[in-house]
């Protein structure tokens, strides 16, 4: 049996985690653990994948921070322009039998795409018959556009500064859907951008309550009459997260108002979603000269193409020696899948030609960027920030990694807050029997770790300890021994327990790494990267 995972598949497995992040489907958190020196610093250990070893993990485990929708991105492939290159044409039969002049099987391979120094993202339709292309695109229209290289390129999306900043790599860069137009709309990072009024109705003697239905969180808008009728609807918030959405109005004592939502975007400059409304499904880019045939006449030879889209048309380029060189597109036309190319006459005897059309992908250029770049890979960058202090700081973790849906201490609910950390906190009155990574035991049959020292109200004292447990039972009332110093008969003033349980969640991702110091002036900035 022979299986194939394609790489649109890859693309969608990567869509569905961003989605889940993005539209709060689950709660994503990355978590920094392990307070303990490797057995060799400088080359940490090998993640395993197994529970044992997950175990481990979770009891090393020091804080979480919440990833939000700002925090992720779908990446594809960074491909920056190069004077002097050889672009591949976009075409959608790459394979073994017709790779790609860079060698490319497949499309995902292909250098079919540039990311210029303006933060410009184009897509090669013709490379002039394999010529190196010599003139950096830069126009940002929304049609495709020819330079004196005879490179013809279309301008996709331009990657915004907050985003270039925050997910731009050596080897990848970040790839959103804008608009709510073109298949699929369901990951569009939408907001509301403006309600039009489309049938005011008639009765209402106050303004009804404007409700919002779509996929997103957080849009609220209000009415306006004039006289008994909706005139008007003023967006109050405007949300995130739509791919579309519905009004509705409630109250009022009227009825028959109507409006439709236009969705905008909080990620991306306007120039993509212009790209995305005008894009054509299905037009026919190029038709590619298999065999020239004999005998054909100019004027007298005729394109045919047949397929199941709509108003593409063509003529022939022929020679003296009646072979056909090329065919000219002369109308893409729209919504084809699949199209035949075929060459008659009613004079002459013009034989043995063979065309294949080169068609867009469904959406349309620019339509659908991250499926059309194949963005199989999904990017997080978080910071920890010591502005909270449950990120702990003056100590090392050498642990990173990516956990869903973790549960309160009690577990008794998902845990959404921004910062958490699995330690008991107590409080005491002799710091010095209190050491960072010291184990202590308690009366009752608890071990713990001490992780962090804090002087919380100023006064040149530590009275604030964080305690990473190994065994559980911990009570106000408990007395500790210091394994590590040898102190015993300690005592605490008050304790509190964990904000979350590391016992609970799936921890989905990992990365080990030499250890990292953090200091309460410190930001560390965390970027992951998951291929798919």
Request: hydrophobic share 35%; charged share 20%; glycine share 10%.
């Amino acid at each position: 049996m022979s299986l194939l995972l394609k790489n649109e598949a890859r693309v969608e497995f990567a869509r569905s985690f961003y989605r889940d992040i993005y539209n709060e489907n689950d709660f994503f958190y990355l978590f920094a653990s392990k307070a303990t020196a490797w057995a060799d610093e400088v080359s940490p250990d090998l993640p395993i994948d197994s529970n044992f070893y997950t175990a481990k993990y979770r009891h090393d485990m020091m804080f979480v921070k919440r990833v939000q929708a700002a925090d992720v991105v779908l990446l594809a492939r960074k491909l920056e322009w190069v004077s002097g290159t050889v672009y591949d044409p976009y075409d959608d039969n790459y394979s073994s039998d017709n790779p790609a002049n860079s060698g490319a099987t497949t499309l995902a391979d292909a250098l079919f795409y540039v990311l210029t120094d303006d933060n410009n993202v184009y897509k090669c339709l013709d490379n002039n018959s394999n010529a190196t292309s010599t003139i950096k695109p830069t126009s940002t229209g929304t049609e495709q556009f020819e330079l004196d290289d005879g490179y013809i390129w279309k301008f996709m999306f331009q990657i915004g500064s907050a985003d270039a900043t925050k997910f731009v790599t050596t080897n990848y860069m970040p790839v959103r859907k804008i608009a709510g137009t073109g298949q699929p709309t369901f990951d569009v990072n939408g907001e509301l951008d403006s309600i039009t009024v489309t049938a005011g109705g008639s009765g209402y003697t106050s303004a009804p309550t404007v409700i919002i239905e779509g996929d997103g969180t957080g849009a609220t808008a209000t009415a306006t009459l004039t006289g008994d009728a909706v005139t008007s609807i003023t967006i109050d918030t405007a949300g995130r997260g739509y791919s579309f959405a519905l009004i509705q109005f409630s109250g009022g004592g009227g009825s028959g108002a109507q409006a439709t939502v236009q969705l905008g975007s909080t990620e991306t400059p306007s120039l993509q979603q212009a790209v995305e409304s005008t894009a054509v499904s299905g037009t026919l880019d190029r038709i590619v000269v298999e065999t020239q045939g004999l005998d054909y006449i100019t004027g007298d030879a005729v394109v045919t193409i047949t397929g199941d889209g709509t108003n593409a048309a063509a003529s022939p380029i022929i020679n003296n020696a009646g072979s056909i060189t090329g065919v000219t597109v002369t109308d893409p036309g729209q919504n084809y899948t699949f199209a035949d190319i075929t060459i008659t006459q009613t004079v002459g005897n013009g034989t043995a030609f063979t065309g294949r059309a080169i068609i867009s992908p469904y959406s349309g250029h620019g339509g659908n960027a991250p499926k059309e770049l194949f963005a199989k890979n999904l990017g997080l960058t978080v910071s920890f920030i010591s502005d909270d202090k449950d990120v702990i700081v003056g100590n090392e973790y050498r642990q990173i990694g990516l956990i869903k849906n973790i549960q309160n201490f009690g577990e008794t609910a998902l845990y959404t807050t921004s910062i958490g950390t699995p330690c008991f906190v107590v409080t005491v009155s002799t710091p010095d029997d209190w050491n960072l990574d010291d184990e202590l035991t308690t009366s009752d049959g608890g071990k713990f770790r001490v992780i962090q020292k804090l002087d919380l109200d100023d006064d040149g004292t530590i009275e604030t300890v964080y305690l990473q447990e190994i065994l559980p039972n911990i009570t106000v009332g408990s007395i500790f021994e210091n394994l590590t110093t040898g102190s015993s008969g300690i005592a605490i003033n008050s304790v509190t327990n964990p904000e979350i349980s590391n016992h609970s969640g799936e921890i989905v991702y990992i990365d080990n790494r030499r250890p990292i110091t953090r200091d309460e002036k410190q930001v560390e900035t965390i970027k992951i990267i998951i291929n798919f």
